[in-house]
Nanobody, 123 residues
Framework: QVQLVESGGGLVQAGGSLRLSCAGSGRTFSSHHMGWFRQAPGKEREFVAA????????FYGDSVKGRFTISRDNAKNTVYLQMDSLKPEDTAVYYC????????????????WGQGTQVTVSS
């Protein structure tokens, strides 16, 4: 069992930056591939980024490529999402997920989910 808690969301102006954190508990955290998804009101959950259990490979959605960076620190059981050059269309609730059941890890088919953190980008 893995519990996930996101933090770091908030209100930021367009062009600004935020760093989201996802703290995990459970002995198997470091063995899981991890992902970030987001969901805006009235829209489907969208893939943002994913990282393999070792951190050796990362994947990004087309809309965030070149602006967002995913990383992890297994010693701290934490995954990060650095978000730069934010745009109003990045406004959404951001969810951390662990343990993808499909590959590549673009689908929201993960075993464990956090409660989400709100990111709002003003124009």
């Amino acid at each position: 069992q893995v519990q996930l808690v996101e933090s770091g969301g908030g209100l930021v102006q367009a062009g600004g930056s935020l760093r989201l954190s996802c703290a995990g508990s459970g002995r198997t955290f470091s063995s899981h591939h991890m992902g970030w998804f987001r969901q805006a009101p009235g829209k489907e959950r969208e893939f943002v980024a994913a990282i393999t259990w070792s951190g050796s490979s990362a994947f990004y959605g087309d809309s965030v490529k070149g602006r967002f960076t995913i990383s992890r620190d297994n010693a701290k059981n934490t995954v990060y999402l650095q978000m730069d050059s934010l745009k109003p269309e990045d406004t959404a609730v951001y969810y951390c997920a662990a343990g993808t059941r499909s590959w590549p890890p673009y689908r929201p088919d993960y075993a464990y989910w956090g409660q989400g953190t709100q990111v709002t980008v003003s124009s």
